[in-house]
Antibody, heavy 121, light 110 residues
């Protein structure tokens, strides 16, 4: 069974660093892109970027380029989303999802449960 | 403002049919496959339609997808109260070289 299990909720102060994770199981982790999707409170889904754990190739949405870093550690089947300095506007639920089909143009077929990130002073 | 345009809300009575539209351009819907997702409060999005008109295993045939030119549509027949959710279209944008989601449509089953 394919599963993506995300790390738990985080509460951070503005300016702090943060790294959340997404561990895959039940499939060959290195053969599928993993993406990150943001949902801010009361808002829609936003495509942030993707990473290919096989070679750590990454692609970012222009809206998120330079704002976050997406990475993967294939030795432990885990993808990451990190911030060097969070802002209040980073408060959101972040989902990871597996991309399948036409490589980077594929669809998200399996999703993690979401990680709530709250940034408040 | 999303690059992919969806109506903010649609509504219909139980048992009826509803269609949700997603309008884009040649750089996204016009030249790439479209996916549709159902988002219930407090749960992760769920893939309903991929490659514009295919259903993953386990998705009932009440859900259907179509695409024409730079627009796509999700159809839901035999509406049930459990279908009340937010629905999102998604695709790749060849100009942005990134994925996109529509702004989402809230379905109310009256």
């Amino acid at each position: 069974e394919v599963q993506l299990v995300q790390s738990g909720a985080e509460v951070k102060k503005p300016g702090e660093s943060l790294k959340i994770s997404c561990q895959g199981s039940g499939y060959t982790f290195t053969s599928y892109w993993i993406g990150w999707v943001r949902q801010m409170p009361g808002k829609g889904l936003e495509w942030m970027g993707i990473v290919y754990p096989g070679d750590s190739d990454t692609r970012y949405s222009p809206s998120f380029q330079g704002q976050v870093t997406i990475s993967a550690d294939k030795s432990i089947n885990t993808a990451y989303l990190q911030w060097s300095s969070v802002k209040a506007s980073d408060t959101a639920i972040y989902y990871c999802a597996r991309l399948t089909g036409s490589a980077i143009r594929g669809r998200f077929d399996y999703w993690g449960q979401g990680t709530l990130v709250t940034v408040s002073s | 403002q999303s690059v992919l345009t969806q109506p903010p809300s649609v509504s219909a009575a139980p048992g009826q049919k509803v269609t949700i539209s997603c309008s884009g351009s040649s750089s996204n819907i016009g030249n790439n496959s479209v996916s549709w997702f159902q988002k219930l409060p407090g749960t992760a999005p769920k893939l309903l339609i991929y490659d514009s008109n295919k259903r993953p295993s386990g998705i009932p045939d009440r859900f259907s997808g179509s695409k024409s030119g730079t627009s796509a549509s999700l159809g839901i027949t035999g509406l049930q109260t459990g279908d009340e959710a937010d629905y999102y279209c998604g695709t790749w944008d060849s100009s942005l070289t990134a994925g996109l989601f529509g702004g989402g449509t809230k379905l109310t089953v009256l």
